[in-house]
């Protein structure tokens, strides 16, 4: 058990948790913000996240059952629909899926539902992480670290790349090329 200690409070995981911690903070603290503010501020913490989590650790769960949820359907709800009121218009992107199944094509993203579900992976994470228990921690970095190699890596991709076309993206309708969010807040 000494080596998983050393591993759960490597330099690696707690700079991870770190960064994890800034996001959730940073969107649980988003109802005065404007919408291209956060956005702005997610262009630039979201390589961060993604770099500290392919730092982490690969490890084996401890546990025979997962970890516990924190991030219930009502707290996921009410973050998608802030952020989805921040995001107005812009919210929508199109993503090109290419699997080799002749199902995949094109569809649209959402900015909206993508931050949300990478909140609800890192909140469950840190709140976890933070109880001290050894085996939590250590089944929490693993189980942070498989779904984002599965699921949320390739969201933060995605959601990275819809935030840099709205960031730059030139319009017609605006003079001065900012793009247009809608600031109303939840």
């Known amino acids: 058990m000494e080596q998983e200690e050393k591993i759960i409070y ?46 982490l650790p690969m490890l084996e769960p401890l546990m025979e059952e997962g970890n516990e949820k924190t991030v219930t359907e009502f707290d996921w709800t009410r973050m998608h629909d802030m952020l989805l009121a921040k995001t107005g218009n812009n919210d929508p992107y199109p993503v090109i899926v290419d699997m080799g199944d ?29 109880t001290g228990t050894d085996e939590v921690m250590n089944d929490a970095v693993w189980e942070v670290l ?19 076309t709205v960031l730059y993206s030139e319009s017609d309708e605006n ?12």
């Open 146 to 164: 498989m779904n984002f190699e599965e699921f949320w890596g390739k969201k933060l991709l995605n959601v990275l790349n819809a935030i840099h």
């Open 10 to 55: 490597s330099r690696q995981v707690v700079e991870f948790v770190a960064s994890a911690n800034e996001y959730c903070k940073y969107l649980e603290g988003i109802k005065e913000i404007n919408g291209i503010e956060i956005l702005k501020v997610m262009q630039r913490l979201l390589p961060f996240i993604y770099l500290r989590a392919s730092l």
């Open 102 to 130: 002749p199902a995949d094509g094109l569809y649209t993203g959402s900015i909206a539902e993508n931050l949300t579900d990478i909140y609800q992976d890192l909140k469950d994470f840190v709140v976890n992480y933070k």
């Open 175 to 186: 003079e001065t090329n900012e793009p247009v969010v809608d600031d109303k807040a939840v």
